[in-house]
Nanobody
Framework: VQLVESGGDLVQPGGSLRLSCAASGFTFSLFVMSWYRQAPGKERELVATITSGSGSSTSYADSVKGRFTISRDNVKNTVYLQMNSLKPEDTAVYYC????????WGQGTQVTVSS
């Protein structure tokens, strides 16, 4: 089982980034997929979730609603997080998680929002 995040970068406030999480070693379409983040000195927090299968349902933390969009491609076995209107407080390591009976985590990708 492997989850590999990518797309993290240094970006100015107001900018955009798209994170990707490529999955392998399990049946991706059967798993609920989520993005979490962890800022220095803070607990890891849930950012966004998308249901299994077609991903017909999504949910977001209040802090990112209207700015972030989670999506999935079951052919490419990849989940995405489109992040717009980024703020300095979005700075964190972002992790993807696959959840069914068990949970799998990726290694994380750093997002830094700073001028």
């Amino acid at each position: 089982v492997q989850l590999v995040e990518s797309g993290g970068d240094l970006v100015q406030p107001g900018g955009s980034l798209r994170l990707s999480c490529a999955a392998s070693g399990f049946t991706f379409s059967l798993f609920v997929m989520s993005w979490y983040r962890q800022a220095p000195g803070k607990e890891r927090e849930l950012v966004a979730t998308i249901t299994s299968g077609s991903g017909s349902s999504t949910s977001y933390a209040d802090s990112v609603k209207g700015r972030f969009t989670i999506s999935r491609d079951n052919v490419k076995n990849t989940v995405y997080l489109q992040m717009n209107s980024l703020k300095p407080e979005d700075t964190a390591v972002y992790y993807c998680k696959a959840q069914r009976a068990v949970g799998y985590w990726g290694q994380g990708t750093q997002v830094t929002v700073s001028s």
